[in-house]
């Protein structure tokens, strides 16, 4: 894991200082440096991501062509286009070859970034597509080299931490012949149920962001942690632990420089990608390398999104992400059979309570928000737009007043930073 963190932070702080200092995206925040941890796991990655773009850049041309959709409608039809353009792509490829199918467990996360690498460039001037392009195949070589020296100079001594790029399912390593550290990761989720649960989470996201104005932990975040826990117990503790210190870091960093956007999100990143680092090489936590990673990008992730909401709507956003993480995770126990390293294979009793307790917490902040929203009369009376008379405003007959108006609540900031943020994800 040391050198794919390595990869992680350099990738980050490069792609950082070239967004702040010249304006351009190099495909979002953490998306090379993800596809070229990717390309030592499976070296056909880098033509999958590219299927990936081409189908998001169709998708996009023909939704500004032929439509009016703008804003975070026309990321998220990216990151759909992009996201199943990159599961066929992958698909194919694995029934022709022997390639074996890089999306397991919370790999499948990687689908998203295609979209959001297209959507970002399609944002930028046509002249400075090509710079970006350019700038983006420097950065990924420059990359690759620094892990392909690590691997080589780690190859005669021992890691002091979880095994990442050097597995034996590592294709690129095998080519390379550098001795395979660690052994296969047991799947424990099946890979359509990994989708449902990411599909249902990314809906009732949109669903919660759009009703009320609130960002949750982030796009995909919350149903990959519940597949990290049927691995480990004491993930969600080491996860809250670790959103917790980046968030009082970014928080910090902020105030102090007044950095901001895609640079405060690298930044918040590396420090969960370094949390994560650190749990790693520290402690005996048994949670899988590859997956330890994923997991040090999460937090770096919420605990940038939950800076992003505002101060007096962060309890909401806590609680409701950590009651459908308890929802979730239920679902998931129906279809798998959780190991005995596993959540909830001990101290049912305890757990199940303190579940219950979680889901209480988020529906009574969601009847807390459902009931601050204004009635359609009210948005209407108080707007300056609407139809008035010598007696006042008439909103039984304003424009305003319709079935499909859906007012603001004011929960957090409209400023839609998504696209910058590799999907929220990113997620």
């Given at each position: 894991?040391?050198?794919?963190?390595?990869?992680?932070?350099?990738?980050?702080?490069?792609?950082?200082?070239?967004?702040?200092?010249?304006?351009?995206?190099?495909?979002?925040?953490?998306?090379?440096?993800?596809?070229?941890?990717?390309?030592?796991?499976?070296?056909?990655?880098?033509?999958?991501?590219?299927?990936?773009?081409?189908?998001?850049?169709?998708?996009?041309?023909?939704?500004?062509?032929?439509?009016?959709?703008?804003?975070?409608?026309?990321?998220?039809?990216?990151?759909?286009?992009?996201?199943?353009?990159?599961?066929?792509?992958?698909?194919?490829?694995?029934?022709?070859?022997?390639?074996?199918?890089?999306?397991?467990?919370?790999?499948?996360?990687?689908?998203?970034?295609?979209?959001?690498?297209?959507?970002?460039?399609?944002?930028?001037?046509?002249?400075?597509?090509?710079?970006?392009?350019?700038?983006?195949?420097?950065?990924?070589?420059?990359?690759?080299?620094?892990?392909?020296?690590?691997?080589?100079?780690?190859?005669?001594?021992?890691?002091?931490?979880?095994?990442?790029?050097?597995?034996?399912?590592?294709?690129?390593?095998?080519?390379?012949?550098?001795?395979?550290?660690?052994?296969?990761?047991?799947?424990?989720?099946?890979?359509?149920?990994?989708?449902?649960?990411?599909?249902?989470?990314?809906?009732?996201?949109?669903?919660?962001?759009?009703?009320?104005?609130?960002?949750?932990?982030?796009?995909?975040?919350?149903?990959?942690?519940?597949?990290?826990?049927?691995?480990?117990?004491?993930?969600?503790?080491?996860?809250?632990?670790?959103?917790?210190?980046?968030?009082?870091?970014?928080?910090?960093?902020?105030?102090?420089?007044?950095?901001?956007?895609?640079?405060?999100?690298?930044?918040?990143?590396?420090?969960?990608?370094?949390?994560?680092?650190?749990?790693?090489?520290?402690?005996?936590?048994?949670?899988?390398?590859?997956?330890?990673?994923?997991?040090?990008?999460?937090?770096?992730?919420?605990?940038?999104?939950?800076?992003?909401?505002?101060?007096?709507?962060?309890t909401a956003s806590i609680r409701i992400s950590a009651g459908l993480f308890v929802v979730f995770?239920?679902?998931l126990l129906v279809f798998i059979d959780v190991p005995e390293t596993g959540l909830l294979y001990?101290?049912?009793?305890?757990?199940?309570?303190?579940?219950?307790?979680?889901?209480?917490?988020?529906?009574?902040?969601?009847?807390?928000?459902?009931?601050?929203?204004?009635?359609?009369?009210?948005?209407?009376?108080?707007?300056?737009?609407?139809?008035?008379?010598?007696?006042?405003?008439?909103?039984?007959?304003?424009?305003?007043?319709?079935?499909?108006?859906?007012?603001?609540?004011?929960?957090?900031?409209?400023?839609?930073?998504?696209?910058?943020?590799?999907?929220?994800?990113?997620?």
């Amino acid at each position: 894991m040391l050198i794919a963190a390595t990869i992680m932070v350099v990738g980050l702080a490069i792609v950082a200082a070239i967004s702040h200092r010249g304006g351009y995206r190099l495909g979002g925040v953490m998306v090379l440096p993800l596809l070229t941890v990717y390309t030592f796991l499976e070296p056909l990655s880098p033509p999958i991501f590219i299927g990936g773009v081409v189908g998001a850049w169709g998708a996009l041309w023909l939704t500004r062509e032929y439509t009016l959709s703008h804003g975070r409608r026309v990321l998220l039809i990216a990151v759909l286009a992009g996201a199943c353009t990159t599961i066929l792509v992958a698909y194919i490829i694995a029934a022709h070859t022997l390639v074996r199918l890089p999306f397991d467990d919370a790999k499948i996360v990687a689908s998203i970034f295609p979209g959001v690498a297209a959507y970002n460039l399609m944002r930028l001037d046509p002249e400075d597509r090509r710079i970006d392009v350019g700038l983006s195949i420097v950065v990924y070589v420059g990359l690759m080299l620094i892990g392909t020296a690590g691997l080589l100079f780690f190859e005669a001594h021992p890691l002091p931490t979880p095994p990442v790029l050097a597995l034996p399912t590592s294709d690129l390593v095998v080519w390379l012949g550098i001795e395979t550290r660690g052994g296969p990761i047991t799947q424990i989720t099946p890979q359509w149920l990994a989708i449902s649960l990411l599909i249902i989470d990314i809906s009732i996201y949109e669903l919660v962001r759009k009703r009320y104005d609130l960002p949750l932990a982030g796009i995909v975040i919350i149903p990959l942690l519940d597949i990290f826990s049927a691995h480990v117990e004491h993930v969600a503790v080491v996860f809250v632990l670790g959103a917790t210190a980046a968030y009082f870091a970014v928080s910090s960093i902020h105030w102090l420089s007044l950095l901001y956007g895609r640079v405060l999100l690298g930044v918040s990143l590396i420090t969960g990608t370094l949390y994560a680092l650190a749990v790693g090489g520290l402690t005996a936590i048994q949670l899988p390398g590859l997956s330890l990673f994923f997991l040090g990008l999460f937090i770096g992730i919420a605990a940038y999104n939950l800076y992003r909401v505002s101060p007096k709507c962060r309890t909401a956003s806590i609680r409701i992400s950590a009651g459908l993480f308890v929802v979730f995770y239920a679902g998931l126990l129906v279809f798998i059979d959780v190991p005995e390293t596993g959540l909830l294979y001990h101290a049912e009793l305890a757990y199940a309570t303190l579940g219950a307790v979680v889901i209480a917490l988020a529906l009574f902040e969601v009847y807390r928000l459902e009931q601050a929203r204004p009635s359609r009369a009210e948005f209407a009376q108080a707007s300056v737009f609407v139809k008035a008379d010598t007696d006042g405003p008439d909103a039984a007959t304003s424009p305003l007043v319709d079935g499909s108006h859906e007012p603001p609540s004011g929960a957090s900031a409209p400023a839609d930073t998504t696209a910058d943020n590799d999907g929220d994800h990113s997620e």
